[in-house]
Every structure is written in structure tokens, then in C-alpha cells.
């Protein structure tokens, strides 16, 4: 049987330790990448936020580390660094000139369909791309970027081909 870890991670995303309880030593209280502060617990609920996973007597290594988790495993909220980026390409949408103000507005809306797998995760990802065919490259790479931190593989591949 196996058990979790603590992480700790700036209010950015930046991960600082997924062994903050294992190995203290490598515990931040601000970023060293973005001088935020940082967390070892959800700001809704208290909960310790999951890290490595691990299991007595088996060593693993040599596998890429996964980014941070969107969401807390206990009470389902959005982590800062979710809220961030969410609100990040809710700031960038106003300003896509190209765009229509009804564009504008259901590009926003979409935004909690597409860092969420629901049943309306399709119905966004194919109105975002319609909607972000309308803008120049530099808008869709500045939405691309932010928009890839905070969806799934599966919701990656739908935007973005791959």
C-alpha cells in the first residue's frame, strides 16, 4: 500500500517539492522562479495537496514530472494557479480586437468547458477554434500557451491537433 506525499507549489504553479513532507529541506516559502508565495494545502478546504506518490520499497524513476493539479482531490476547487491562467485568458480574450464583443463573450464562457472535461468540453472546443481561426498568430499562440497549462491531453488534441 502506498500514500501521497505533500507538494508545495507557488501560487503561479511553479512546483517546488511533491516530497514536502519526505524531504523538508526542499520546502520554499517563495518561488525562486516568480517570487510568489508558496502552498502545501488547498485554499478551500485545508486539504494537503497530493505529491509523489509513493510506495515502500519500490524506487521509481526516469518518467517526466506531471504538472501541477487543477483542482483539489477533496473539495473539487480550483487551485490559485488554475484561477490565474483562467483569468489570464478570460483578460486576453478582451483584448482580440478581431473578435466580435459576442465572439469575445462566448470565448470566455467556453473557457470553463475547456480546463473541465463535461459534456459541453466538445461543443467549446470546436466553437474555440472557430472563434480563435478569427485572430492573428501572436493572439492564438498567447491564448495557445495559457489555454494548454490548464486542459487535459485529450482536450489538447481536440484544440490543437497532435
Given amino acids: 500500500m502506498g500514500y501521497y506525499d505533500v507538494a508545495q507549489i507557488c501560487l503561479n504553479g511553479h512546483i517546488i517539492t511533491r516530497n514536502a ?7 520554499q516559502n517563495h518561488c525562486k522562479k516568480c517570487g510568489e508565495p508558496t502552498i502545501m494545502k488547498c485554499p478551500s478546504c485545508n486539504t494537503d495537496i497530493q505529491g509523489e ?4 520499497g519500490v524506487l521509481v524513476g526516469g518518467f517526466k514530472t506531471p504538472p501541477p493539479p487543477n483542482f483539489c482531490h ?15 485568458a478570460r483578460e486576453l480574450a478582451d483584448e482580440f480586437d478581431e473578435l466580435s464583443n459576442e ?60
Fill in 21 to 27: 513532507n519526505s524531504s523538508p529541506e526542499f520546502r
Fill in 74 to 88: 477533496e473539495c473539487g476547487q480550483p487551485y490559485p494557479w488554475t484561477e490565474r491562467k483562467i483569468q489570464a
Fill in 53 to 56: 506518490y509513493h510506495v515502500d
Fill in 103 to 162: 465572439d469575445r463573450e462566448k470565448l470566455k464562457s467556453d473557457l470553463d468547458n475547456l480546463y473541465k472535461d463535461t459534456p459541453q468540453t466538445e461543443v467549446a472546443a470546436t466553437r474555440f477554434k472557430r472563434i480563435m481561426s478569427k485572430v492573428g498568430k501572436d493572439s492564438y499562440s498567447a491564448m495557445k500557451s495559457i489555454v494548454t497549462d490548464i486542459t487535459s491531453e485529450t482536450i489538447k488534441k481536440s484544440l490543437f491537433g497532435g
